[in-house]
């Protein structure tokens, strides 16, 4: 697992803990460079949030190809990842990031496709994959409010006295 802080869009983003439900705030920083999602260990014990130990410790590489001085990952932590309204439910590897609460990599950024504006340091979740169930939910949503304004759309065409029987 390859850790690098580069120069990325910081973004808001919340967490949501499974345990617990609680929500969050914290800066996220989108970095391509990272290979998975990592946060923060000083975020983790602030917030009291529930860690998972993994059975096997994954030793994080800095990209001169050394370990990483913090040392390698031996928890994660299981939660919800809100960015511009979209979720998506990850483990976090807990690691000391220094600067950044949190950092979506390569793995989130390839599943999600966001379009990124490097000028504006703007993150658009417009383009997600069919494993994005948020935006399945959102295509959903859409296709039955469609649904709705064709039987409204038939029902004005059909006149106001269909489905009456008129009386004599």
Request: proline share 4%.
């Amino acid at each position: 697992m390859l850790l690098l802080q580069s120069p990325a869009p910081i973004v808001k983003v919340e967490i949501q803990t499974t345990d617990m439900a609680e929500v969050r705030s914290g800066l996220a920083l989108i970095d391509s460079s990272a290979t998975g999602l990592f946060i923060d260990r000083r975020y983790v014990e602030h917030y009291k949030l529930t860690t998972w130990k993994l059975h096997h410790s994954i030793v994080v590489y800095n990209v001169n190809g050394f370990p990483n001085k913090s040392g390698s990952i031996t928890k994660v932590v299981d939660a919800i990842l809100h960015v511009n309204g979209h979720a998506k439910r990850v483990n976090f590897a807990i690691t000391n990031l220094s600067k950044q609460n949190l950092i979506p990599g390569f793995l989130w950024l390839q599943e999600h496709n966001p379009e990124i504006n490097w000028q504006t340091q703007k993150i658009t979740m417009s383009r997600c994959s069919d494993r994005c169930h948020t935006c399945q939910a959102e295509i959903c949503d859409e296709q039955k409010e469609l649904q709705k304004e064709e039987q409204c759309l038939r029902a004005c065409r059909a006149g106001p006295y269909q489905g009456f029987q008129r009386m004599t």
